[in-house]
């Protein structure tokens, strides 16, 4: 009887399943027809502009107070993307779309009073559409939407914003969200969206590194790696923070990372310390600097690496492992390390050679 009872429970989920997915996939079709209509009707009277513009006439005037009406309403809205997406890149299309930034200013105000999902979507219009867009007083609007404390639309008001590419408005968004209580963007989407920055990448750096002690230590640290992947300028600055052991370590880190990338000859003394000192407690300087000299030569940098082989920290190891194959030494060069007592540091050496051998194996079957 219970088998009986387990059996038919079981039928019923799976007809129910089988209801809600018909349900859906009807509510759905629905939607991508009203979708089609809406799509259909604007493209009527949005093609007709495109003529007036083609022949260098104006456009309706009763066009920009129909077009607001009609895309405050986001279901307009998604269907406008919809014909704009399918459209040819020409001249009047992007014509047309300059003369409706006033419509947008307006929109924007209308689109603040809505609720999160409608709002990060029309910031997802003008990220498709903001070098048309684009004006000051829409740029000010956005920034404003940083207050709210949905997540979603935090990742759309700020790739909205590098689309427009001001820097100082992107520094005011994330002044607002570190002032605003509520969903934190992680350090790894603020980098991902700072690389969309459509503008001038040394522009929103000055910005950025001019308000960066406002910032909390989370956001500083993502700020210091966008900067690491954008400009090799700020030495001085990064070998500054380096320097200071009063510097939060996150940031001392970042700035040896930096100079993994950017080498520098002050900066490689200091990297030489740092992988030279295998204090146990302070393993992740010695870790991070082993992997910056990477990029600098020297006998006294391989002799350093290979010190750092025999540290009791596997990272430490590992990273200055990578160093020294980067640099290209033979295995009848490092015979010291392959043929010492520290079986770790053999194993780690010996992986790293291994690991290089395949890569160039591959290399020579593919050409």
């Known amino acids: 009887m219970g088998s009986e009872v387990f059996l038919y429970g079981y039928g019923l989920v799976c007809i129910s399943m089988l ?45 920009l107070h129909f077009i607001k009406r009609k895309l405050s309403k986001i279901t307009y809205l998604l269907a406008f993307e919809h014909f704009l997406a399918e459209e040819e890149e020409r001249e009047e299309k992007k014509a047309y779309l300059q003369r409706l930034r ?6 924007a105000k ?9 709002t990060a979507y029309f910031c997802y219009f003008l990220t498709c559409h903001g070098k048309e867009l684009d004006c000051e007083e829409l740029r000010r609007d956005i920034v404003s939407y940083m207050a ?45 969206i700072l690389l969309l920055f459509s503008g001038d990448a040394s522009g929103l750096i000055e910005e950025l590194w001019q308000n ?31 320097e200071d052991p009063q510097a939060d370590k996150e ?8 100079f993994g990338k950017y080498p520098d000859p002050r900066a490689r003394e200091a990297l030489l310390r740092f992988v030279g000192d295998l204090n146990s407690l302070k393993w992740e300087y010695t870790a991070i600097a082993a992997s910056s000299l990477a990029r600098y030569s ?32 033979s295995y009848e060069e490092l015979l010291d390390v392959m043929n010492g007592d520290d079986r770790y540091a053999r194993d780690m050496l010996a992986y790293r050679l291994e690991i290089r051998q395949m890569i160039e194996e591959r290399r020579l079957a593919r050409s």
């Not at 209308?110 to 999160?116: A, H, I, L």
């Not at 940031?251 to 930096?258: C, V």
């Open 19 to 63: 209801i809600y997915n018909m349900i859906y996939n009807l509510y759905s079709q629905g939607n991508n027809r009203r979708l089609e209509r809406h799509a259909a009707k604007l493209s009527r009277r949005v093609r007709r502009q495109f003529q007036y513009l083609m022949g260098n006439q104006e456009m309706e005037s009763s066009h």
């Open 102 to 107: 006033p419509v947008f200013q307006q929109l």
């Open 110 to 118: 209308v689109y603040s009073k809505r609720e999160n999902t409608q």
């Open 148 to 192: 709210r404390d949905s997540l979603y639309c935090r990742v759309h008001v700020l790739k909205a914003l590098c689309a427009f590419g001001d820097g100082k408005n992107v520094a005011e968004a994330l002044l607002l969200m570190e002032q605003k209580q509520g969903a934190e963007l992680h350090e790894k989407v603020i980098v991902e």
């Open 212 to 242: 960066l002690p406002r910032f909390s230590l989370r956001v500083q640290r993502a700020l210091l790696d966008y900067i690491r992947f954008k400009s090799g300028a700020y030495s001085e600055r990064m070998y500054a923070i380096m």
């Open 251 to 258: 940031l001392r880190f970042a700035a040896i990372r930096y």
């Open 298 to 329: 020297g006998e006294d940098v391989i002799k350093v690496l290979i010190r750092a082989m025999h540290s009791a920290n596997w990272y430490v190891r590992y990273n200055a492992s990578a160093s020294l194959e980067a640099h290209g030494l």
